[in-house]
């Protein structure tokens, strides 16, 4: 059975071609004169063709030599090609991916990290808790490969596999008024102190909140929702907030209240360097499309 040329059959046909001479291609090959010469001689067994016109002065391509030759250089660099994605792809998979995410929506990036430890081979994934702030910082200096992160997205990442998270209900301290209604409506915070991050630009969940509000908000440093239960929970000021945190957080010294305020809703995504594009990236959007997916 004719398994056809060895990548060392056709290497050595291709450095003969371009040196036009066996010793010098022997040289940049580091192998003997006679084992070149051999593998040219299996080479044109096997094709049936001759690739070489020789002389005791010279080595010419044949006509045939000249039509293959194109073809010998493709395959060789397909093979390096080749070669190069792979080492490449068994270093990632043998190296953490490291993610930050913001607290908010932690259970969500540890189904992400599920989702890869079930790979096979399986991919390690660090889990970064990071807020806003931190986890543009993390991006920058590139300590992370990737963050779940909101809007707004820092400025000159690439971002994708969005998801939208509804604001439906108000924090309020436990022993608040509001604490005990049913319901709440937009227009029962007139002269309330509503908490909202200090940067709020056009288009955020904040800024049309706060342009819903009929009195002005509290402006403060909201890096971190969950913790800025805090704030809710000392009396400074009432927390509009999504589900999922009313899901996932339970504190004794704060109240969730359904809000009425049409379900604006807060933008999440994956967030990356695009110039740091890796395969460990590519895995990332892959799992967070695999969790939506599943989710939807």
């Not at 080479?43 to 293959?68: H, N, Y």
């Not at 056009?202 to 819903?212: D, F, K």
């Not at 109240?255 to 967030?271: E, H, K, W």
Request: with cysteine.
């Amino acid at each position: 059975m004719n398994d056809g040329p060895s990548h060392r059959e056709i290497a050595c046909f291709v450095s003969v071609a371009r040196h036009l001479s066996f010793s010098q291609a022997a040289g940049y090959l580091g192998m003997s004169q006679p084992a070149v010469s051999q593998a040219i001689a299996r080479l044109e067994r096997s094709l049936g063709l001759r690739l070489f016109e020789r002389t005791s002065r010279e080595v010419r391509l044949s006509d045939a030599g000249k039509a293959l030759l194109p073809h010998a250089e493709a395959l060789l660099d397909s093979m390096a090609a080749f070669s190069a994605e792979a080492a490449r792809l068994a270093e990632t998979v043998g190296r953490p991916i490291t993610l930050a995410y913001c607290p908010l929506v932690g259970v969500f990036a540890a189904q992400v990290a599920r989702v890869l430890a079930g790979r096979t081979p399986a991919v390690q994934v660090e889990l970064r808790r990071a807020g806003w702030s931190t986890a543009t910082a993390d991006l920058t200096q590139g300590v992370v490969s990737a963050a779940l992160m909101a809007t707004p997205f820092p400025a000159g990442y690439a971002t994708t596999a969005r998801f939208h998270l509804p604001i439906t209900h108000l924090a309020v301290p436990a022993r608040h008024p509001m604490a005990t209604a049913v319901r709440v409506g937009v227009t029962q915070l007139t002269d309330r102190q509503v908490l909202m991050p200090r940067a709020r630009p056009p288009g955020s969940v904040w800024h049309l909140l706060a342009t819903r509000l009929r009195s002005r908000p509290v402006s403060v440093d909201i890096d971190d929702i969950p913790a800025a239960l805090d704030l809710v929970a000392a009396g400074m000021g009432l927390l509009p907030v999504p589900r999922l945190l009313v899901e996932t957080v339970r504190r004794p010294d704060v109240r969730f209240v359904p809000l009425d305020a049409g379900q604006p809703r807060m933008v999440y995504g994956l967030v990356w360097a695009s110039e740091r594009a890796s395969a460990e990236v590519m895995m990332l959007i892959q799992a967070v499309r695999e969790v939506l997916r599943a989710q939807s």
